[in-house]
Structure formats: C-alpha cells, structure tokens
C-alpha cells in the first residue's frame, strides 16, 4: 500500500528539541534515516510544514520526495508584531511558485492572533489563486507559551465560510476538540484534516488501544461522524511519533476500505503532488 505522510517537520540535525523527540521516538533526526524508514515501511513522500520564516534560501534543501508548505510560524510572526510588510507576501506567492511547494502553513496558537484577522487577507487571495490549501495548526500546542483559544478548530469554520475558494487543511483533526473538528469539517466542504500529532513517542499499538480505549473509541467515533474520509489524510508529525506505530494506530482507527484514500490518494489530490510509488 503507498503511503504519503501529509504532516511532518524536516530539520535534520538543526535543533536540539527535533532531535530529542526524535530518538524518543525510536528515530534519529537526519534525512538519512527518513529516507531508509519510507523505504522500509512504503512511503513514497510527506509534506512538511515549513519552520524558519519565508525565505526561499530557507527551503532550499528539501530532497524530492518531499514537498513543502511555506510556514508563518510563531517567532517570525510575534517578530513582525502582527504587521506584515508586502514584502512578505512577495515571497510567499515566489514559494507558491515553486513546484515542490503544495501550500501554506499557519501556526495560531503560537501566535496570538484569529486566523480571520485581517493581516492574513493575501493569504487566502495567493491560496485561491494558486489553487495550493491553507493548512492550520489546531488543537493542543507544545509547552506553555502558546495560547489554546487561537487554536481551537471552530476558528476554521468562520474562515472556511469567509474564504470559499480556499482548501483549509485542519492539522491534527482539532485534538482534543474531536466533536468541533468534525462538525466542522463535515459542514464545510471546502475543509479537509491530517490525522498527525496523535501520538507522541513510542507505543504498543494493542496495549494502547486497550489501556487509551476511551479515547481511540471517541477519536473512532467522531472520524465516523465526520463521514467523508475523502477528506482525512494521514499524516505523523514527524519525528514527533514512531512511523510504523503510526500507521498500525491509523489503520485501526480507519476502516480498510477507505485504507487506500486516507494514507496516500486524498494527500496527493488535496496537496496536488505527484509521488512516484
């Protein structure tokens, strides 16, 4: 089965925290081994969700079976003090440009402000032009600087019904927000989810389900009242979670039918990439 992993970050070797959560997770934090593990385990590519500001230097080393989202996150955010210049704008639309790059990638929570707020305005006119989604964090945020209220997943369905022709990517499907994220999802036909970010180092998948079964059967639950998994991706946070684990845990939670759709060919429509198997 090809698998495409919608959601991951990709900062080989850079930052003490991507190396730490990497080896809890039974991996090392270098492209080296992601390649050996999507070999090994049949993933084709990912997307990753752009850290660093919006430089094009700064996106310049993907290897290609990975495409990119360019990312708006929270230090060059709370730098520009929420005000951005037109110049930023610029080079997002340049990224846009660019092949490998599927999208753009909002990060509220850890910045302070709405999704809707004004400044965010050509966001959604590049995305509608360019016909690449918006994909936005939502749900809980790592350590305590964040602020939760920003991140809530309803914040989606105002800007889905502000901004029709622009695909929304909801990150994370919203946990813990489950009953919200699917609402929202299943009303808005112009928003789609990942599953990444559920899972956080590494479990055993059967004693999770059995020691966590209040929360895989309410997270089963709420995907099945979401009721179009045209719109589910998978996809890790990597390297956030263990791989394998991943998929083993998405496939319990997906029914095999919709296997095929959830891990490879809703990303590869969604995102508009091609992926050699």
Same mark, same amino acid.
């Given at each position: 089965m090809k698998i495409i992993d919608a959601h991951l970050h990709f900062r080989p070797g850079e930052r003490e925290y991507f190396n730490q959560i990497a080896i809890a997770a039974g991996h090392e934090n270098t492209e080296a081994h992601l390649r050996q593990e999507y070999a090994r385990l049949g993933i084709v590519g990912g997307v990753v969700m752009g850290n660093g500001g919006v430089s094009l230097e700064g996106h310049a080393h993907y290897p290609s079976y990975l495409r990119y989202c360019v990312g708006l996150d929270s230090k060059y955010l709370r730098d520009s003090g929420g005000s951005l210049p037109a110049s930023v704008w610029d080079q997002v639309e340049q990224h846009l440009q660019r092949k490998n790059c599927v999208g753009i990638k909002l990060y509220p929570g850890y910045n302070p402000w709405y999704i809707t707020d004004p400044m965010y305005g050509p966001c959604y006119e590049l995305a509608a032009a360019y016909g690449k989604p918006v994909a936005v964090h939502t749900g809980e945020t790592a350590g305590t600087g964040a602020v939760? *209220?920003?991140?809530?997943?309803?914040?989606?369905?105002? @800007?889905?019904?502000?901004?029709?022709?622009?695909?929304?990517?909801?990150?994370?499907?919203?946990?813990?927000?489950?009953?919200d994220a699917a609402c929202t999802v299943r009303k808005n036909e112009n928003v789609s989810a !990942? &599953?990444?970010? &559920? &899972?956080?180092?590494?479990?055993?998948?059967? +004693?999770?389900? *059995?020691?966590? *079964?209040?929360?895989?059967?309410?997270?089963?639950?709420?995907?099945?009242?979401?009721? !179009?998994?045209? #719109?589910?991706?998978?996809? +890790? !946070?990597?390297?956030? @979670?263990?791989?394998?684990?991943?998929?083993?845990? +998405?496939? #319990? &939670?997906i029914p095999e039918r919709h296997w095929e759709a959830v891990f490879a060919g809703n990303a590869e429509r969604i995102y508009k990439g091609s992926w050699l198997p």
């Amino acid at each position: 089965m090809k698998i495409i992993d919608a959601h991951l970050h990709f900062r080989p070797g850079e930052r003490e925290y991507f190396n730490q959560i990497a080896i809890a997770a039974g991996h090392e934090n270098t492209e080296a081994h992601l390649r050996q593990e999507y070999a090994r385990l049949g993933i084709v590519g990912g997307v990753v969700m752009g850290n660093g500001g919006v430089s094009l230097e700064g996106h310049a080393h993907y290897p290609s079976y990975l495409r990119y989202c360019v990312g708006l996150d929270s230090k060059y955010l709370r730098d520009s003090g929420g005000s951005l210049p037109a110049s930023v704008w610029d080079q997002v639309e340049q990224h846009l440009q660019r092949k490998n790059c599927v999208g753009i990638k909002l990060y509220p929570g850890y910045n302070p402000w709405y999704i809707t707020d004004p400044m965010y305005g050509p966001c959604y006119e590049l995305a509608a032009a360019y016909g690449k989604p918006v994909a936005v964090h939502t749900g809980e945020t790592a350590g305590t600087g964040a602020v939760l *209220k920003y991140s809530h997943p309803l914040t989606i369905d105002e @800007a889905a019904v502000l901004h029709p022709g622009v695909r929304f990517v909801m990150c994370h499907f919203g946990n813990p927000w489950l009953p919200d994220a699917a609402c929202t999802v299943r009303k808005n036909e112009n928003v789609s989810a !990942d &599953l990444s970010g &559920l &899972l956080e180092g590494r479990i055993v998948v059967d +004693t999770f389900f *059995k020691e966590q *079964k209040g929360y895989t059967e309410y997270l089963r639950t709420w995907i099945s009242y979401m009721g !179009d998994y045209s #719109r589910l991706m998978y996809g +890790t !946070d990597w390297p956030l @979670a263990n791989l394998e684990d991943y998929i083993r845990f +998405t496939e #319990r &939670l997906i029914p095999e039918r919709h296997w095929e759709a959830v891990f490879a060919g809703n990303a590869e429509r969604i995102y508009k990439g091609s992926w050699l198997p």
